[in-house]
């Protein structure tokens, strides 16, 4: 059977409905149970009501809205204001929250810093009591620096006395060190400026002084003064030799031996004035031979320099100027025990040799270029007065005048005169010997360009004429004449020139096998009576190691050949020396 339950009541099934809806809360049940007791026609009304009192209210939301906008708007950006500002303060009381344990050990800091401040005061007040003491103590290094730049040294050393005396009183005092720092720079420019005035030009009382100052310094021992003040003149002389004029040799050397001969003796003196050697006392007061080796630096840097620039020199008379001005600059030296003229002849003597040789071999190659040359045609006999060349004095050698009818020797002739006139103001007694040996070695040269002509070139017969008429010139007249010239130059000269056997042999062997042929008239010597004739010769001794006699300067010849096959002879004879 089936048991029928009765339904539940309206109340109770409205109650049941409202509970299980799930939009109900609240404030919105009275609203569903009264929805759940209206009837169906009610219910099917309700939206259409519910819709126009939305639309009602809506209007008058929009009336109340548009009457009072501005109240909205306020509220809302109060509200908008006030919900920014609350945020602010909640992050601001977090933040000072955090914050307040600092501001605990800040004021514990200013606790402590306050007591430092009252200890900075303290100072500052003492400080301001010796202003004045403090301000002329921190003055001193730019009154230091005044001095130093006016020349008060005497004044600059003692504010640095003052100084060093503060600093060992007070090693612990910042301000104080740090002032004996800035005294102590100011200091190495004085001791730069006394230096510099070691480099100049100053006379002893001025070195007397600066060497004072330097051991109140104190910053060398006794004996780096010494080198120092060597050093420093040392500089001195070499910039006075850096301003000479390098590019002519003579002018160079006479600047040298003239600043040696002034300011090294000066040196020297002032050294010895200075620094006493004493040997019996302190070890201090003894350079060690520090002078003398510096002396002998600078004597050999001299005859270094001499040994370079000598022969640079190419005449003949320079050199004995040069000489001279060296004798008499060891001389002066010799006052004070740097006399080195002992050691001047080696230089010379190679200068000497050295401009000899040269000149020779000029007059050689000038002989061969002219051989090389020459045409051989038969010029004119040339003419002089018998007075002319006749009467030969004993201080004049005049080449003969014989010699222009062949060009070639009177060419070499020119060029061993020239050697003679370099040899004579300037000629060694000890190069005797080289020198002849170097003139018989040109002479010999000139022969053997003779043989060597004759054997490679093909002469016609009138050609091999002339060739053997200059060939026989050569022997008879420019050989004794060569040897004439050298012994004017050195008494007896001439017959170590004339003293070699067979040095013509050549020759002389030529010529006697062409003796078949029709020679031209012997060439008559007119310098064979004087080629022993060395006695009245003039010499004179510079130092006992030079030599001079004058002798003239020979003629020359030169010759220009036309393009027709004519030959012509431009004779030049040069004025005596």
Known sequence: METITPSPSTDDTSATMAELLPLASVSQQPYVSELLSFTLDRLHKEPELLRVDADRIRRQMQEVAVNNYRAFISAADALVSIRNEVSSIDKHLESLIAEVPKLTSGCSEFIDSAESILEKRKMNQTLLANHSTLLDLLEIPQLMDTCVRNG?????????????????????????????????????????????????????????????????????????????????????????????????????????????????????NQYRAIFADDTSGSEENYDGGLLFSWAMHQISSHLKTLKIMLPKITEGGSLSNILDQCMYCAMGLGWVGLDFRGLLPPLFEEAVLNLFSKNMSTAVENFQLVLDSHRWVPLPAVGFSSNSFGEESQEDVTPPPNLMEHPPLAVFINGVSAAMNELRPCAPISLKHILAQELVKGLQTVSDSLLRYNTTRVLRENESVLFLSLCRAFIEVAYPHCATCFGRCYPGGSSLVTDGNNLFEGLTRLLTTSSSRQLPKRVQNAETKSVAENGNSTAIENGGAVAEVKETESNKVVEEDNVNNTSSVTQEKQSEE
């Open 152 to 268: 008060n040294y005497d004044e600059a050393l003692d504010l640095e006395a003052f100084v060093s005396k503060l600093s060992t009183m007070h090693p612990k005092l910042q301000v104080i060190q740090a002032l004996a720092s800035e005294v102590r720079q100011t200091t190495q420019s004085l001791l730069s400026q006394l230096l510099q005035k070691l480099r100049s030009n100053i006379q002893l009382p001025e070195c007397l002084r600066i060497i004072g100052y330097l051991r109140r310094i104190g910053v060398y021992s006794e004996y780096e003064m010494r080198l120092q003040f060597l050093r420093c003149r040392e500089s001195w002389l070499s910039g006075i030799l850096d301003d000479l004029e390098q590019r002519n040799a003579y002018e160079y050397l006479k600047g040298m031996v003239n600043c040696h001969r002034m300011h090294l003796f000066d040196v020297v």
